[in-house]
């Protein structure tokens, strides 16, 4: 089989699969429209969601993968200090970026005539940053699971894992953003 024939064949299952995990994360969504409609500030911050923790998934993939081929993690010592170093950084830069979303969204939505109260703003920090701890752990725990199984199978984690994670990331913003806006607003 020649080379690239065997490149698309491989990239379109994963396409295929992402592609249809991105779609329940629009259908829990629509569930939720009329209460979206209703907030500006959570029409800005649902695409900045799901790129931002899409961009976590490709960060921990890319630096995880890099470390296997490199040799400096062995299946037995992966729990140790690169794990835990890149875990305790992804966190607190989502947990930032988190915030700031929040107060982008706030500002930005006020120029198209919202005003929120601080109870609005609290729920909406809340909400945003329970979908973002929820996802990253398990987008985490995705990548460095499915990373290793991949890298065992002899193929490149970044070719498999990369789509799964970002569309592991649109759907699981998407559905985890809409299930607490209904519970919360």
């Known amino acids: 089989m020649n080379i690239y024939k065997k490149i698309i064949t491989e990239s379109m299952k994963v396409l295929i699969f992402a592609s249809i ?17 209703m907030f500006v500030p959570l029409f800005i911050i649902i695409p900045a969601l799901n790129n931002m923790i899409g961009d976590f998934g490709i960060i921990i993939v890319s630096k995880f993968t890099t470390h296997l081929y490199e040799q400096k993690i062995k299946r037995s010592s992966w729990r ?28 930005l939505s006020k120029f198209r005539g919202f005003t929120a109260d601080s109870d609005f703003v609290i729920k909406l920090f809340l909400t945003s940053l329970i979908v973002v701890i929820i996802l990253v752990l398990i987008i985490f725990f995705i990548s ?42």
Not at 21 to 37: A, N
Not at 88 to 104: C, G, H
């Open 80 to 107: 140790f200090h690169f794990v835990k170093h890149l875990f305790k950084d992804i966190f607190l830069a989502a947990i930032i970026a988190t915030s700031y979303m929040v107060l982008m969204s706030i500002v």
């Open 144 to 185: 460095i699971g499915f990373g290793f199984y991949v890298y065992k199978k002899n193929e490149d984690p970044d070719d498999l894992v990369i789509p799964i994670t970002t569309s592991i990331a649109d759907l699981g913003s998407m559905a985890a953003l809409s299930i607490l806006v209904y519970l919360f607003f």
């Open 21 to 37: 995990l991105s779609s329940f994360g629009g259908l829990s969504i629509k569930l939720v429209e009329e209460k979206l409609i």
